[in-house]
Each structure stands twice: as C-alpha cells, then as structure tokens.
C-alpha cells in the first residue's frame, strides 16, 4: 500500500524557518512527481509545490515563491519543503501527495499532513 | 489563476438520497479535473479523474461528468460514510487550483 508520512512540523515565529519531510513507501518512489499542498485550519485546500521524478524541474504557487523549496532524495525515497520567511498567514496543516498519473497536476494518494503554526 | 467555483457550500440530504455538486472553471480545462472528499482531521482522498474516471477502490455510487467549464459530481445513493466535504480541482495548469468545497451534512 501506498504510504506517505510527513514529519518536522510544529510552532516557529514570523520570519523563521522550518524542514519538512515526507517519506514514502509502498511504491517506487523515484517514478513519481510530488506536490506539497497545505491547509490553513478551518480553510480550503491550496497547492503550493511541486517536483518532478528526479528533481529537474518544480513549480511554485505565487504565495511561496522565493520563500519556500521542494527537493527530493530519491535514495531515501523522501521530499523535502524548506519553508523560510515564515508568515502568520503560512499556518497550516501541511500535506505531501503523490502525482498523478503522468506526473500530472492532482494527488492520488494523500499523506496525514504536519501541522505548521506561524507566531510568536 | 483558473477559479474553481462550486455549488452549493452546503448541502443537507438524508441516507438514500441522490447528491449532484455542481464545479464551474473560469476557463476551459478540457477533462484535466478531479474530485477529493474529505473528512475532518484527515487528508483528502482522491474520488475521481479526467472529469468521469473512478478512482481504484472508489465505490461505483460515486460519479463524475463534464467538459470544458462545467463539472458535475454525483452520489447516486448517499450512505452514512459519505458525510464529508467534496472538492473539486483542476489540474489543467500549474498551479491547480480547488474549488470552495461542498459539505454533505446529514438532514
């Protein structure tokens, strides 16, 4: 079975860093892109990441941009979010997914998220 | 950005009911568009793809339609799992975007 697991969240003040990791299982791990996707509590659902098979290529959503990074370590069959210049309105519960088919631009398989909270 | 606009936000129906959530695209987005429901506390699960293609796993009662701006998803018989919050989402370009989300409560 599929399995992704997100870990590194927790409470950082404005303007901080954080890492966030999501390991996977289940299946080969360097045939498939990733997204991150974050929700803020009590929000709607909100793409902000994304990397190919083997890391050539990512796409950002405006509201990260410049701010945050997606990579990959395929031998350890993990994606990586490095989140810096951290805003209030970042506080979210965060999610890895798998891409679809193709490495298309929709999650078929969802991890259980980590949640990231903004303040100080 | 291509808006996702869905309808109703909240949708009360009772166990047997046939459900019809309504998803609208600012622009043409072909078929490139899938479903999720969500519970609370939990992550989104994947319902259906490419605008009709059921997910492996996704029970039949689940389907989906549409082309280009309009999307519709339907519960041919509502069960009690089935209470959850539906979004849709395209994924014709980067980023994808959701819609607002329906929520299924009971009646």
């Known amino acids: 079975d599929v399995q992704l697991v997100e870990s590194g969240g927790g409470l950082v003040q404005p303007g901080g860093s954080l890492r966030l990791s999501c390991a996977a299982s289940?299946?080969?791990?360097?045939?498939?892109?990733m997204h991150w996707v974050r929700q803020a509590p009590g929000k709607g659902l909100e793409y902000i990441a994304f990397i190919t098979t083997h890391g050539g290529s990512t796409n950002y959503a405006k509201s990260v941009r410049n701010r945050f990074i997606i990579s990959r370590d395929n031998s350890k069959n993990t994606v990586y979010l490095q989140l810096g210049g951290l805003r209030p309105e970042d506080t979210a519960i965060y999610f890895c997914?798998?891409?679809?088919?193709?490495?298309?631009?929709?999650?078929?398989?969802w991890g259980q998220g980590t949640l990231v909270t903004v303040s100080s | 950005d291509i808006q996702m606009t869905q309808s109703p936000s909240t949708l009360s129906a009772s166990v047997g009911d046939r459900v019809t959530i309504t998803c609208r695209a600012s622009?043409?987005?072909?078929?490139?568009l899938a479903w999720y429901q969500q519970k609370p506390g939990k992550a989104p699960k994947m319902l259906i793809y490419k605008a009709s293609s059921l997910e492996r796993g996704v029970p039949s009662r689940f389907s989906g339609s549409g082309s280009g701006t309009e999307f519709t998803l339907i519960i041919s018989s509502l069960q009690p799992d089935d209470f959850a919050t539906y979004y849709c989402?395209?994924?014709?370009?980067?980023?994808?975007?959701f819609g607002g989300g329906t929520k299924v409560e009971i009646k």
């Open positions: 997914a798998r891409a679809g088919e193709t490495g298309s631009y929709y999650g078929d398989s």
């Open positions: 289940g299946f080969t791990f360097s045939s498939y892109a």
């Open positions: 989402q395209h994924y014709n370009s980067y980023p994808p975007t």
């Open positions: 622009q043409s987005i072909s078929s490139w």
